[in-house]
């Protein structure tokens, strides 16, 4: 065992009741006024100064080094659950019918907790460090609501760092990459309209929209495999096809919707992919004779790892668990990730660490292993260490 492993320890059991406490009482994105008021009770008993109310529910502490140092860091951790009903039968399951802690952000929102209470009592570096405590990481805006709030300008940081659990890798295991690591994404919406009339008898004097939409959802996956370079990753998928009435087959529609969303790993992959759904749409409604209303709802950046604060990272994680538990090269995924808006802000890096075997995030039956909690606390005291030496 490291001696910051050492030294984290017998703060594990406290520890392992907040992030059950936390998990029995989920909260949606910016309605997590009991999480935030219990965070902010434990810095409050820790003697950590912090302020409250940033992006409505956020809050950031802040703990400077026993010496001065010019440069500054943040720590960043989510804070809110899914509308997902709970099936874990743990003993801490929710009791907020309907809501679940289903991606381990009450095990982050813990360790970072730890990280406060131990760089607090242990203050061995130069410099600052905030603690970013941030809601509604889950689609609601929390990344952009904490920036809007003037989070860099208040708190200001010379680097910016993340982590998040990864089921299936082993406890005490880290994995991270150099680049685009995380997808940026969007939920897309276009609406057909024109003439309905009777399918059966006078089809001739409508405007059939289901045969645009069809070809429109074929056509959809023609721009990534002939607009885009084959060595760029892209993702296109269809999630939502309505018109119509179920009791009213005879009829045909005077309006459809395909909705859906799309990935990316940077810019230029997301302008085409806006350019040439839009183009699919316009197009195949103008030929058909029909309208068309083409709509874009960008929630999430690439979420790109700058190559030095990844090194610092993986030097972190490595000082914990050993380099041979750090996988340099994780591969990237398509799950978007708020934090990537605090990185376009400032360079940084998000790390995962290992949850052990479990469900997958985002399921009923998914739990947080309280077991990587020492591993995820120990890994921000010497990110710090690193990050801000004597």
């Known amino acids: 065992m490291t001696d910051t492993l050492a030294l984290i320890q017998p703060l594990v059991p406290e520890l392992t009741a907040i992030r059950r406490d936390i998990h029995a009482h989920p909260e949606m994105g910016l309605e997590e006024t009991r999480t935030a008021a219990l965070v902010a009770s434990k810095l409050r008993e820790w003697g950590v100064e912090y302020v409250e109310g940033i992006g409505k529910t956020g809050l950031v502490a802040t703990i400077r080094g026993k010496l001065p140092g010019q440069r500054a860091i943040g720590l960043r951790a989510d804070m809110d659950a899914l509308a997902i009903v709970e099936q874990t039968g743990a003993a801490h399951t929710s009791t907020h019918p309907g809501v679940m802690h289903a991606c381990g952000h009450d095990g982050h929102t813990t360790m970072l907790l730890g990280a406060a209470r131990a760089l607090k009592e242990n203050p061995d570096f130069a410099g600052t460090v905030h603690l970013i405590f941030q809601p509604a990481e889950e689609g609601r805006g929390g990344a952009l609501a ?63 929209l289901s045969i645009i939409q069809a070809h429109f959802v074929l056509g959809l996956q023609t721009i990534v495999g002939r607009n885009i370079s084959a060595f760029d990753p892209a993702v296109i ?24 969303t799309a990935r990316h790993y940077n810019d230029a992959t997301k302008d085409i992919i806006e350019r040439r759904i839009t183009e699919l749409a316009e197009g195949l409604a103008k030929l058909h004779g029909a309208g068309v209303k083409v709509e874009f709802v960008w929630v999430a950046e690439p979420l790109v790892n700058a190559d030095g604060p990844t090194d610092v990272a993986m030097a972190a994680a490595a000082s914990v668990v050993g380099e041979g538990a750090v996988n340099p090269a994780m591969p990237a995924t398509g799950g978007g990730e708020d934090f990537a808006y605090m990185l376009k ?46």
Request: net charge negative; hydrophobic share 40%.
């Open 146 to 208: 904490m920036l809007a709030d003037g989070l860099l300008e208040r708190f200001p940081c010379d680097t910016l760092y993340g982590m998040h659990c990864s089921p299936g890798m082993p406890i005490g295991q880290f994995g991270i990459r150099k680049g685009a690591a995380m997808a940026g994404g969007c939920m897309f919406h276009v609406t057909f309209t024109g003439k309905g009339g009777h399918g059966g008898a006078t089809p001739h004097l409508s405007i059939d």
């Open 237 to 260: 998928s269809v999630g939502y096809i309505g018109g119509g009435a179920r009791d009213s087959a005879n009829v045909m529609p005077a309006e459809m919707t395909v909705s859906g």
């Open 345 to 390: 802000q400032k360079q940084g890096a998000f790390i995962r660490i290992g949850n052990g075997a479990s469900s997958g995030v985002h399921t009923p039956t998914f739990d947080f292993n309280d077991e990587a909690i020492p591993y995820g606390v120990a890994y921000w005291v010497e990110l710090v260490k690193q990050e801000l030496k004597l």
